[in-house]
């Protein structure tokens, strides 16, 4: 008869027991999977141990690289080339802008621009003003009679005028001797033109009234080039804009801004 299998339980030496443990860890499964030597959760790897690429599960953060800023280039005024731009000096915050229709066109347009931050530009600090020029136009050689206006940029460093000024920062000579009387191109009354006027420093000695004569490039060069009161036509070589742009005009030019005029036909300027 045969004899009965005890069922005491199935022990296997501690050797075979040891050496299923290192085949078990050799294979990548670790003490046991999930848990380290003691027992507690772990976090999961990548199946070599190695932390994951950046943005993986577990992986640590990767610092953003920084953006550099985008450089913004000062903003320069519309219309004027870089010939042009180059005679504004680098002083200047204010410019009063004219420019002519055409060559041979005696309608302009007037915007005055100032420059209050350097990093920024320029930007217009008032709105667009009709504006009249001489009568045959512009010209970048201005003579005497040829009844056209220069063209170029000119300092503007005095007022005057038959009327008490706005409230102003500029020099102003107020005089009687701003008078005039006749008739324009168009049979229109000059008289009121030279109750407010700016010199401009064209063959003029900066500074000085707008009544003063003297002519450093000769009297065969011109001179007497004025911002004025607008009789409603064309002129002998001046700028002109209504009586109340005048005093706009007045109340915003600041000495210590430095303040230019920019006067020319557009394609003059443009260049």
């Known amino acids: 008869m045969p004899v009965p299998r005890s069922r005491v339980p199935l022990r ?22 999930g848990l380290d030597g003691s027992g507690a959760t772990t976090k999961a790897a990548g199946a070599s ?23 913004v280039p000062p903003l320069e005024i519309p219309g004027l080339g870089p010939r042009t731009r180059a005679q504004i000096p680098a002083g200047a915050h204010q410019a009063f802008v004219v420019t002519g229709q055409s060559p041979d066109s005696n309608r302009s347009t007037a915007v005055l621009y100032t420059r209050d931050d350097p990093a920024v530009g320029w930007r217009a600090a008032l709105a667009p003003w009709p504006a009249h020029n001489a009568l045959n136009g512009w010209t970048a050689e201005h003579w005497e009679g040829d009844l056209r206006s220069p063209v170029g940029v000119f300092t503007l460093t005095a007022a005057g005028g038959r009327l008490d000024p706005p409230e102003t920062a500029f020099p102003y000579d107020l005089s009687p ?12 009354p000059l008289e009121g033109s030279f109750d407010y006027v700016i010199a401009i420093d064209y063959n ?15 009297d065969e060069r011109g001179g007497g080039i004025w911002i004025h009161v607008d009789h409603g036509g064309p ?7 209504t009586e109340d742009r005048m005093k706009e005009l007045l109340g915003v030019l600041d000495p210590a801004k430095e303040p230019v005029i920019v006067m020319g036909d557009a394609a003059s300027l443009s260049r």
């Open 12 to 33: 296997l030496p501690y050797v075979v027991c040891a050496a299923l443990l290192l085949l078990l860890a050799g294979c990548g499964v670790g003490p046991l999977a």
């Open 49 to 71: 141990g190695v932390p994951g690429p950046p943005g993986a599960a577990g992986a640590p953060a990767q610092p953003r690289a920084a953006v550099p800023p985008v450089a």
């Open 177 to 188: 001797d701003f008078m005039v009387e006749g008739e324009g191109f168009h049979g229109e």
């Open 204 to 218: 003029r000695v900066p500074g000085t009234s707008p009544l003063d004569h003297t002519r450093p490039l000769g």
């Open 235 to 241: 002129t002998q070589g001046c700028v002109s804009v």
